[in-house]
């Protein structure tokens, strides 16, 4: 992965750049020790690591923007995180960079239930939204499998989506309004606590835009009512491929289940280890879950039940506690970390049409045999968004690359297929040298002149989404 | 997670096990989410993610222990929230165990820490020695504000009212089953709950006899190690272990045992473990046994089973001591037998959220875990329960000091439950 040479300038600077920070943060607010930033060095995508210059933890919007002044002053870029969990490495720093994590600001600014939504602090963890409304009968849409860890700002910067967002959208169609700091340290609210906000949607322009644009440092959030009752059922199929046909096939019959999640073998045993759930033996397991009344349940599932039935399934259970519906999910949510017991890996985030899975995962099978690394798959397959997991092993010289080849082998095919580069991860540092395959130069060149508007000095998350030879006349100016 | 070390260092037992444990760690963060020092202060570096990351470092280049990497290891309570969060299975018990061996060998606390460890080290596992200084901490404690230190403040401050006369129950002996044998049972005394509340031990016993146990109380045995091995003073915590290993192997093989049973959790985890410490050894095999046989005494309960009670309507607010939740993944079963006998059981919020006790953590780290027990006291208390029970001494004394809500051990419930005597902190009331 080429990074850009860091600006001399900057690191000469270095003390000095301290020093201003230091004068405008309580001092465990600030870490500058190389021990100390080393665990800033990564995201969750660790095959990439830098230590930054230095790491700030505000705890306020004022201290955000008093963060951002002193370094647009100094010409200082600014690395914003949430949680850390990006699997895109959106947050991996860079030596002449500030890592601003938001991580402390996690405060319920406010719950509105008769207008339906909540304002957070953007750096209050994904989860814990619905933990904040549930009690009164409500709960956040968007849920990421990290979303017991991963942050609201992440979510809004890659604008996230998760199992549920087959029937709820994904983050930007459950965000109403966000506050935001610029580069130069102001202080700007987009929407607000209403449907559609005036103007042009500068809101779905920040939404999605992986810290190119702003620290967005709180949110308005659309809270739904919770449904009546939902139930997962479990649906093991013989091979991938006609599991891959099922899918095809519930969503062609007009059915709207909330979730369809999608597992192989490698999966199903690495999380059945961990959640034990009681998956079924079998090469490709669905969890498909469908709510409303009782009655509606049940109306769905015998739907469901007759298209699964054509495909030959090896197993076919519905939950039948609460308890049981828990650990189903559990494992599912666990998968990535799960896989860990199987070695290291990269996690990709292709999205392709409905009706191109089984084709997908077939040449995805061919492709892995072809590069003699193992792939497992745990994916949303109700709306395409694949998560091919490639399980290298780190510490063997030369095998990253060669996991890094075959990823790229496999989102290219994603294009190809009619799909893009990634469906909720972002592009971060992992795909960046890849987006001139979905994207054309002119395509790009648009997308750099919305960064010029809010960046203009590109010291914003430098480095990721844009390959460097497309940004490279900007960053040197 | 990719890893650094040499060949050689890939030779010495202790790094090929963090090695192992690293390399499973795929750094996901999830633990980030459920660790109670990352709640209270949100930053990585105290985290469990943020201390694998400085672990491995100091591992990896073999480097003597910074006062940096310290600091934050020594904020870890070792609740293990973390291990029930992680889905890769990341044995974060026992890479900490050995970053604070690490640290014990290569790092030169201040001297005022070096003093407050050792004291602690040579007193809290030997019962007499802790009695005394309870008797001397109760006529110090008016004095308690002119000591600057905030640790000898925390101290003092967990100092009990009542510092109950030692108990006979204790001394090695055996207690004859209530009715037929079905079970001989050891029981481990322990070392600080017997001097601070010896309630729960006479419980233990009287209920255990009921259900037809013969309790057995080894002689030769002691603190279970857990109290200087959380220090890092890996020596002095395999001694007390190796002595309880012979006391409880002298039992199994003259009339055998059908369990070791443990009534304080933090303990439990450390037995649970010994097959670990030992595993390459002479002792590897008893070790091993030892381990075997320990069990919480919930679990024993639930496998004899308790008869079912009348219900008492009294609403009881179950705490999960982390030994028992996290170290021991046992969740269900202290609840179960409560709903059983009779009682009404209700959990806080965030239950798996430590009070803060977390061994000598108190006393060491006063202000996090202050802050941990306000939390844990608003949560039980939100549930207006008439009593609080939980599985481990520490707790017990953590959340008492914070509220007026009587705290009892669960075993005392269960033993009244079934025909003992009432608990004295209800009977106070």
Redesign the interface.
Known sequence: MDMPVPDPVILAKRARIVARLAGVLPADALITDPTETRAYECDALTAYRCLPMAVVLPRTTEEVAAVMRACHEEGVKVIPRGAGTSLAGGSLPTPDAVVLGVARMNAVIETDYPNRFIRVQAGRTNLSVTGAVEAAGFFYAPDPSSQLACAIAGNIGMNSGGAHCLKYGVTTNNLLGVTMVTMAGEVVQVGGPYMDAGGLDLLGVICGSEGQLGVVTEAWLRILPKPEGARPVLMGFGSNEVAGACVSDIIKGGLLPVAIEFMDRPCIEATEAFAKAGYPDCEALLIVEVEGSPAEIDEQLARIKAIAARHNPVAYREAASEDEAKRIWLGRKSAFGAMGQMGDYICLDGTIPVSELSFVLRRIAELSDGYGLRVANVFHAGDGNMHPLIIFNANKPGDLDLAEALGADILKLCVEVGGCLTGEHGVGVEKRDLMDVQFTREDMEAQLRVKDVFDPGWLLNPAKVFPLYVTASRRAA | ???NFTADQLAIPALARSNEIL????????????CPTYQVL????DSP??RI??IK?MLETGRAA?A??VK?IDRCLSCLSCMT??????HYMHLVDHARAHIEATYKRPFTDRAMRFVLAKVLPYPMRFRVALLLAKIGRPFARLIPDARVQAMLDMVPKRVPPVSRNDDPQSFAPLGARKMRVALMTGCAQKALNTDINDATIRLLQRMGCEVVVPRGMGCCGALTHHMGREDEAHGFAAANIRAFMAEVESDGLDAIVINTSGCGTTVKDYGHMFRSGAEAEAARQVSALACDISELLVRIGLPQGEAKGLRVAYHAACSLQHGQQIKSAPKDLLKRVGFEVVEPADAHLCCGSAGTYNLLQPEISKELKARKVRTLEAKAPDVISAGNIGCMMQIGSGTGVPVVHTVELLDWATGGPKPRALTEV
């Open positions: 997670m990719q890893t390399r499973s760690c795929v750094h996901c963060g999830f633990c980030t989410a459920t949100g930053d990585e570096l993610r943020g990351y400085l470092e910074d940096r990497t934050h969060t992680c889905p890769s299975g990341v």
